[in-house]
């Protein structure tokens, strides 16, 4: 090879080499340039398609701080929340400085906290308040005012429908005294905010993802877990069991002053605590 047909050479892998660079650098910048709304898209429907498929979790409550376990009672979130709701499509509802807001299953802010009151996701929905005593309304996964706040009280989603309601005062006179109280006006809408008709069945209230393999049982006040064979699974013992969701079922003792989690088989999996 000549040496002008090395220089060639050494100028065009030069000029590669810059371009690629130029490529890459494009792509890094591209990526950060992206508008937060955006970046807030991206990661909220990733969480929704890993929601049906990742482990579930589950809330408990270590030294005064709400963290969440895996299905085998592992540590997996770090106790660091004031509070926190179960997860449901893909965030979960979590409280630090008396603020509200979600994260996802790795523990990361996707809302920020911002909410006084925050509710569970059902059809990409979920009712939250912006003060303590204010009107209730809906965000959408990605934190974005789906339906305005103008509901006295609302309830979670169920099957793209949420009963809400409205207060009135009323007055009227009892023994020649006025006696004042509040009346609440039950309707129910869709997620676009509309008013729909009451549905046959009333599904707006209760747990959707309940097991319904297993019955709860309740002995002396107690509450213990049969199958739908009656065999009993675990011995009424507890002050109170929910129904078992992701093969996990929460119970409480003391009179409620301590929960933990059981198993299907009844084996406890997370110790009752604080």
Known sequence: MTTTDSAKSSRLKLRLGCFVALVVVIVFIMSFSMSPEKRKVTRSRLNMMQSGTSTPLFPVRVE????????????????????????????????????WGYIDENGEWVIQPKFAMAGLFHSERACVRLTLGGPVGYIDLNGRIAIDFKFDCANDFVDGIAKVGSETITSKLLGGFADVGIECS?????????????????????????????????TKGKMG?????????????YDYIAPFENGLA?????????FGYLNTS????WPASR
């Open 186 to 218: 039950n309707y129910f809408i869709d997620t676009d905010g509309n008013y729909v008709s009451a549905p046959i069945e009333d599904r707006t209230s209760g747990s959707r993802h309940a097991d319904e393999k297993y019955l709860l049982i309740k």
């Open 64 to 99: 005064g701080k709400k963290g969440f376990i895996n299905k085998d009672g592992e540590l997996v979130i770090a106790p660091r929340f004031d509070n926190a709701y179960r997860f449901s499509e893909g965030l979960a509802a979590a409280m630090i400085n008396d603020q």
């Open 250 to 258: 929460l119970f409480t003792v003391d009179g409620g002053e301590r």
């Open 225 to 237: 877990v049969s199958d739908r064979t009656g065999k009993t699974i675990v011995t009424p013992q």
């Open 266 to 269: 009844g084996v406890v999996v």
